[in-house]
């Protein structure tokens, strides 16, 4: 892992993620009045100076596959569809953009700027990476059915939460199934692969519109932490 893609990339989610949440207008996001968002901006602007900072030392295959989440990172967020605010707003489309972000962040841009190429098992690792973010935001969605707009037709929406938690089953038995795909494939990653693909059952089977604010919050949020810190023990 390049340290200036990692440092790149965790002040760039700042940045881009605050940007998102509270400035969806740009002129709300830079003439703001109260002191509460003015500290956000503030924080963001700094954690966007060291992104910049870090981007500075990409190599520039790693600048194209950049501008091209950049953009699907701006679809998400700006007005610039036709008939809607934006993809976020667009009838069950919102997850997807996320899970292409994550992907290529996580997956794609590590393997660009160290050893710009492409494999085919890095393409089979973007697709599990993908999906495991599909089935990662599932549980929010869930979580949110009593609160989300019925015009956004999240998942559990159009078909329910029984038949939701059975799409991240069957999406998640494909996650794991694909890791024999692979070109080069050992017992450490099967064991891991089973590890995650266990707990995102385990954490979408228990997910309920009724469940305390914390479960996805925390606990679903802690997932990819656990798995980092799993990586040592397989």
């Given at each position: 892992?390049?340290?200036?893609?990692?440092?790149?990339?965790?002040?760039?989610?700042?940045?881009?993620y605050n940007f998102i949440k509270y400035g969806l207008?740009?002129?709300?996001?830079?003439?703001?009045?109260?002191?509460?968002?003015?500290?956000?901006?503030?924080?963001?602007?700094?954690a966007l100076v060291f992104a910049c900072y870090n981007?500075?030392?990409?190599?520039?295959?790693?600048?194209?596959?950049?501008?091209?989440?950049?953009?699907?990172?701006?679809?998400?967020?700006?007005?610039?569809?036709?008939?809607?605010?934006?993809?976020?707003?667009?009838?069950?489309?919102?997850?997807?953009?996320?899970?292409?972000?994550?992907?290529?962040?996580?997956?794609?841009?590590?393997?660009?700027?160290?050893?710009?190429?492409?494999?085919?098992?890095?393409?089979?690792?973007?697709?599990?990476?993908?999906?495991?973010?599909?089935?990662?935001?599932?549980?929010?969605?869930?979580?949110?059915?009593?609160?989300?707009?019925?015009?956004?037709?999240?998942?559990?929406?159009?078909?329910?939460?029984?038949?939701?938690?059975?799409?991240?089953?069957?999406?998640?038995?494909?996650?794991?199934?694909?890791?024999?795909?692979?070109?080069?494939?050992?017992?450490?990653?099967?064991?891991?692969?089973?590890?995650?693909?266990?707990?995102?059952?385990?954490?979408?089977?228990?997910?309920?519109?009724?469940?305390?604010?914390?479960?996805?919050?925390?606990?679903?949020?802690?997932?990819?932490?656990v798995w980092l810190a799993t990586t040592g023990i397989?």
């Amino acid at each position: 892992m390049d340290a200036h893609l990692a440092f790149f990339l965790f002040f760039g989610t700042i940045a881009s993620y605050n940007f998102i949440k509270y400035g969806l207008e740009a002129e709300k996001y830079i003439l703001v009045a109260n002191r509460y968002h003015k500290n956000i901006q503030l924080f963001s602007f700094g954690a966007l100076v060291f992104a910049c900072y870090n981007a500075y030392y990409f190599i520039w295959d790693t600048w194209i596959a950049l501008v091209v989440l950049a953009l699907l990172t701006g679809l998400y967020a700006l007005p610039v569809l036709p008939n809607a605010k934006n993809m976020r707003s667009l009838s069950g489309l919102k997850i997807f953009p996320v899970a292409l972000v994550w992907a290529g962040a996580t997956v794609i841009l590590p393997v660009v700027q160290i050893a710009n190429d492409i494999s085919w098992d890095v393409k089979m690792e973007a697709l599990q990476r993908f999906l495991m973010v599909l089935v990662l935001i599932l549980p929010f969605e869930i979580r949110d059915l009593r609160y989300d707009a019925i015009e956004l037709r999240t998942v559990p929406q159009r078909f329910g939460i029984n038949k939701t938690k059975l799409i991240g089953v069957v999406l998640t038995l494909v996650i794991f199934f694909a890791t024999f795909f692979k070109d080069k494939i050992g017992p450490i990653e099967v064991g891991f692969k089973t590890f995650v693909c266990a707990t995102l059952i385990l954490a979408l089977l228990l997910s309920d519109k009724k469940r305390s604010k914390y479960y996805a919050t925390f606990w679903v949020e802690l997932l990819p932490v656990v798995w980092l810190a799993t990586t040592g023990i397989f």
